[in-house]
Structures are given as structure tokens and as C-alpha cells.
């Protein structure tokens, strides 16, 4: 790698080595990332314990093509908003069943939540993915009225590589799919990006892209930071404190890009949060990105 500063070292001055750190965001935690996983588990079920929900609807049929959704009780004729969540684990672990953490907050503010299933990696390509969560999103969006959410007001929030998923779902129009996720394309009204990756290149010699077997051409057709974003929602970028480099600089310009094409963009740094456990402030207004998305949500409007 160069000596340059900070500020002007990109991806491309890293050697694969340094790549292999720089996209490990454990290895800012000394490599355990198991416990911020159990709390994911604890958490989802206390919070299916305590919020009654709607568990395994199909929105595809795949038995990966399934969703979660908790929904406040009707208020008068208002229907509710919708925060739908897309979990990380670097499109190759992870599930729904540790993606409802959030639903208990939500569902208290009056705010929906779904938790998507997805098919991962190596059964599912990148491309494949994009396309599923971009049909979750797009049948939810079908069915609002019967499932009591406004449709109007669908916000799509993702963690790392839920990130990624997030902001192709949120992209206005995705050049290169097939089938539903082309012809159907989702209404998104806002997005919040936590710690995530938006040019996969770099990924492309290390050794998480043995299962995803993105090529430099594919990873380049599915980094929304390479798209027009022109029309992308309103959106929440944020990220922790503690981790590395390269995650902090591509959730960095990746804001920048957004507020270049006219988006209105929140950008932020959480202080003392890592890479996985600044996600469990999702729906917390006790917290500033709990704040964000609350603030981000009032300010869709349902007419």
C-alpha cells in the first residue's frame, strides 16, 4: 500500500492483504463478533415474545423468500409507515430470525417492521439477492392497504451487506434484473445505510468473494455507488466509531455522492459503537440513530 494520507489512499492502493483486513470488520474487535450475534438472537426473541407479528409470509416461492412484519395496533384510519430491515452477514449468513430486534421500538412509535429472509450465498449470486429483496419490498408495497401499512411511507434499512441490499432496493431503477424485480420495481420513500459497502470491487481477490464468485465486471454492475442516483430517497448513512478504514470511507462517499445527485442526506459517526452492534440502535430514540430514523419517517408524507 502507498504512504499517502488517509484522505487520498482509495481501495486501489491496498494490496490483497490489506484488502483482507480493511473489508474483515472484526478485525477491529480482535476477530469475535460472536457476541453481538447472540444479542441479535436475544433480542429478536424478546422481541417476538413481547410484539405479536405476522411471521413467514411469502413474498416469492422460494423458502428463503419469506418475511416477518409487526404491525402497531390500527389507529383510527391511519395506516402505519413501514421500516423493513435486511440483514447483513456478508450475503452469506444470517437470517430474519436475528433481524427483529428492532420490531418491539417500532412498533411502539407507532411504526411497522418486517424482517426479510433471503436466499444467501453460494445458492444466490449477488445480482439474485438484489432482485429478491427488491420483490419483498415491491409485494409489501402490493399488499399495504390489506396488511394496514401506508404505502407511501416504506422506509428500507439494511446493516453491511444489508446495506448494500438496502440501497439497490432503493435505487429508482436497476438495470440488469429479470423477472419480478424488473417489471415490478418497489416505491421506496427513504433508506438508512448502516455501515455499509457500496462498490464491491474491492472485494473481488479476498477471500469473500470465494462463495459470491463476483467477477470486477460484476462487482461494478452491483455498486450502487456506480449508478446514477438521481431520485434516490431521502436517506440516513451512519456508521460506528470502531472500525475500519475502508467501511468508514465508503459510507463517507457514499453520503457525498447522494447529496451531489440532490438526495437529502443525514451523515453520521456513532462514538464507541463497532461495526455490528451500531445496528441495535435502529429504532432507539434514546440514541442518534434511533433519532434519525424517527425524524426521517415523520417527515414522509402520506397525502
Given at each position: 500500500?502507498?504512504?499517502?494520507?488517509?484522505?487520498t489512499?482509495?481501495?486501489?492502493?491496498?494490496?490483497?492483504?490489506?484488502r483482507?483486513?480493511?473489508?474483515?470488520?472484526?478485525s477491529?474487535?480482535?476477530?469475535?463478533?460472536?457476541?453481538?450475534?447472540?444479542?441479535?438472537?436475544?433480542?429478536?426473541?424478546?422481541?417476538?415474545?413481547?410484539?405479536?407479528?405476522?411471521?413467514?409470509?411469502?413474498?416469492?416461492?422460494?423458502?428463503?423468500?419469506?418475511?416477518?412484519?409487526?404491525?402497531?395496533?390500527?389507529?383510527?384510519?391511519?395506516?402505519?409507515?413501514?421500516?423493513?430491515?435486511?440483514?447483513?452477514?456478508?450475503?452469506?449468513?444470517?437470517?430474519?430470525?436475528?433481524?427483529?430486534?428492532?420490531?418491539?421500538?417500532?412498533?411502539?412509535?407507532?411504526?411497522?417492521?418486517?424482517?426479510?429472509?433471503?436466499t444467501?450465498?453460494?445458492?444466490?449470486?449477488?445480482?439474485?439477492?438484489?432482485?429478491?429483496?427488491?420483490?419483498?419490498?415491491?409485494?409489501?408495497?402490493?399488499?399495504?392497504?390489506?396488511?394496514?401499512?401506508?404505502?407511501?411511507?416504506?422506509?428500507?434499512?439494511?446493516?453491511?451487506?444489508?446495506?448494500?441490499?438496502?440501497?439497490?432496493?432503493?435505487?429508482?431503477?436497476?438495470?440488469?434484473?429479470?423477472?419480478?424485480?424488473?417489471?415490478?420495481?418497489?416505491?421506496?420513500?427513504?433508506?438508512?445505510?448502516?455501515?455499509?459497502?457500496?462498490?464491491?470491487?474491492?472485494?473481488?481477490?479476498?477471500?469473500?468473494?470465494?462463495?459470491?464468485?463476483?467477477?470486477?465486471?460484476?462487482?461494478?454492475?452491483?455498486?450502487?455507488?456506480?449508478?446514477?442516483?438521481?431520485?434516490?430517497?431521502p436517506?440516513?448513512?451512519?456508521?460506528?466509531?470502531?472500525?475500519?478504514?475502508?467501511?468508514?470511507?465508503?459510507s463517507?462517499?457514499?453520503?457525498?455522492?447522494?447529496?451531489?445527485?440532490?438526495?437529502?442526506?443525514?451523515?453520521?459517526?456513532?462514538?464507541?459503537?463497532?461495526?455490528?452492534?451500531?445496528?441495535?440502535?435502529?429504532?432507539?430514540?434514546?440514541?442518534?440513530?434511533?433519532?434519525?430514523?424517527?425524524?426521517?419517517?415523520?417527515?414522509?408524507?402520506?397525502?
Open positions: 500500500m502507498t504512504r499517502d494520507s488517509p484522505d489512499v482509495t481501495w486501489r492502493d491496498l494490496d490483497t492483504a490489506a483482507e483486513r480493511e473489508y474483515s470488520p472484526s477491529c474487535i480482535d476477530g469475535n463478533y460472536q457476541p453481538f450475534l447472540q444479542a441479535y438472537i436475544e433480542r429478536s426473541l424478546d422481541a417476538r415474545s413481547q410484539t405479536p407479528g405476522r411471521l413467514d409470509l411469502a413474498y416469492g416461492s422460494r423458502p428463503s423468500q419469506r418475511l416477518d412484519l409487526f404491525v402497531p395496533p390500527p389507529s383510527g384510519a391511519a395506516l402505519a409507515p413501514l421500516l423493513v430491515f435486511i440483514h447483513g452477514g456478508y450475503w452469506q449468513e444470517l437470517s430474519k430470525q436475528e433481524s427483529a430486534f428492532a420490531a418491539t421500538q417500532c412498533v411502539a412509535q407507532g411504526i411497522a417492521c418486517a424482517a426479510l429472509d433471503y444467501l450465498a453460494p445458492l444466490a449470486s449477488v445480482a439474485e439477492m438484489v432482485g429478491e429483496c427488491r420483490d419483498a419490498v415491491a409485494w409489501l408495497d402490493a399488499h399495504a392497504l390489506t396488511l394496514g401499512l401506508d404505502a407511501k411511507r416504506i422506509v428500507v434499512a439494511g446493516s453491511s451487506a444489508g446495506a448494500h441490499l438496502a440501497a439497490m432496493t432503493a435505487l429508482p431503477d436497476v438495470i440488469g434484473l429479470s423477472g419480478a424485480a424488473a417489471t415490478r420495481p418497489p416505491r421506496v420513500r427513504g433508506a438508512v445505510l448502516v455501515s455499509g459497502i457500496y462498490e464491491l470491487e474491492p472485494l473481488v481477490g479476498t477471500s469473500i468473494n470465494a462463495a459470491l464468485r463476483m467477477t470486477p465486471e460484476s462487482a461494478r454492475s452491483l455498486s450502487p455507488a456506480l449508478r446514477g442516483l438521481q431520485g434516490f430517497p436517506t440516513v448513512v451512519c456508521w460506528g466509531e470502531v472500525e475500519t478504514r475502508e467501511f468508514k470511507r465508503q463517507r462517499d457514499f453520503a457525498a455522492l447522494l447529496k451531489r445527485s440532490g438526495t437529502p442526506c443525514e451523515a453520521f459517526e456513532v462514538p464507541q459503537r463497532n461495526h455490528f452492534d451500531v445496528i441495535l440502535d435502529l429504532a432507539d430514540p434514546g440514541t442518534a440513530l434511533g433519532r434519525a430514523v424517527l425524524n426521517l419517517i415523520r417527515s414522509l408524507s402520506s397525502a
